[in-house]
């Protein structure tokens, strides 16, 4: 039996060395495919959502009804064209000064993972619409996130801070997670909705660190840390920890959760912070009734019902990438998606469905 457990432990040492190696590697390669990318060009793209809603209705309309019907809603669409070309110009006889310009909805998509890899992208993106949006506009950010980097997520909540700042109002819709710093992205909006059963919350901080001092004692391995300064170094993989450097690193995490909450009490002051901010998260209609979210509606709800009263633009920051690089980065992405799934599902078990 303890023959049978030395063994199990050895090989249980093994996998988790594998892991860390592979999860290493990864991130190796990720850090240096994103800096790849961040040196890249790229371009702006605008795409009108509204056209995409009518050629989805049109397709609809050609396989429902048949030719008589169609024929019949051409011709309402023209009589309705014709009326408002003629209110236009008779208005413009009387000199009454044409109606402003239509609201503008420009829509921006974020896709979390953990080192919010796509706040580079987005800050392109709101650069370009801060450019020409007027306070009578909105944007709305599509945000998925189930969290990651504290200085990551850090720095693109500050990129949408910057649409705040310049009073123009920002919706974001959360259809599935946004979650921890996921959620420090969210809280900056004007109206947060989700899905009824998006996952919100988890305003906590979290450090898993492996330690492998003692395999590496047995196996008469010496590993050294020098630093310079107590606190250099608090906890470490593969030295000896200490208790007054694992008191440290326990105050770095509270005062980091300490950040967090007062973030989000700026932005969401009726809010019971030290209610919420246990790292807990919330399915969509629950969240509405903590105060986490303001609505419970998808987005695409939320866009269909502004089609006729706002022109809506997708804006997209598009990389030029060499056909290499993007070879490189979708093998990054394929391992980095893989690797993040197995953790949330791993992490997250209890909200299967069953």
């Not at 303001?294 to 089609?307: G, K, P, Q």
């Amino acid at each position: 039996m303890t023959e049978f457990l030395i063994e199990y432990g050895l090989f249980f040492a093994k996998v988790v060395t594998f892991v860390l190696a592979l999860v290493i590697i990864i991130a190796v390669i990720s850090t240096v495919a994103q800096r790849r990318r961040q040196a890249a060009e790229g371009e702006i793209e605008v795409r009108s959502l509204n056209d995409h809603f009518e050629d989805m209705q049109h397709a609809i309309e050609d396989a429902v009804f048949d030719e008589f019907r169609l024929k019949q809603i051409d011709k309402e669409q023209k009589k309705r064209d014709k009326a408002e070309a003629k209110e236009r110009k008779k208005a413009a006889k009387a000199g009454v000064e044409e109606e402003a310009d239509r609201k503008r909805i420009f829509v921006i998509d974020f896709d979390g993972d953990i080192h919010a890899s796509d706040a580079d992208a987005m800050r392109e993106e709101v650069s370009a619409i801060l450019s020409v949006a007027r306070p009578e506009d909105e944007v709305v950010l599509r945000l998925e996130s189930p969290g990651g980097l504290v200085h990551s997520y850090g720095f693109a909540s500050s990129q949408l801070e910057r649409i705040r700042r310049r009073n123009i109002p920002l919706t974001v819709c959360v259809d599935r997670v946004a979650a921890s710093g996921g959620y420090m992205m969210a809280c900056i909006a004007n109206t947060l909705i989700a899905a009824p059963f998006a996952l919100i919350g988890s305003i906590g901080v979290v450090a898993q660190i492996p330690n492998f001092h003692r395999l590496l004692k047995r196996n008469d391995v010496d590993y050294e840390v020098l630093t310079a300064g107590d606190y250099k170094r608090t906890l470490t993989m593969f030295g000896e920890n200490t208790e007054a450097g694992r008191q440290k690193f326990i105050e770095e995490l509270e005062d980091t959760h300490s950040l967090f909450k007062e973030f989000v009490s700026e932005y969401r002051p009726d809010l019971d912070i030290e209610a919420i901010a246990t790292g807990e998260v919330w399915f969509g209609r629950r969240a509405l009734d903590k105060g986490l979210i303001d609505a419970i509606e998808t987005s695409d709800d939320y866009l269909f019902r502004a089609v006729d009263e706002a022109d809506i633009l997708l804006v997209k920051y598009e990389y030029k990438l060499s056909l290499q690089e993007r070879l490189q980065s979708f093998g990054v992405n394929v391992l980095d998606a893989s690797i993040g799934k197995l953790w949330s599902r791993l992490s997250q078990s209890r909200f299967w469905a069953r």
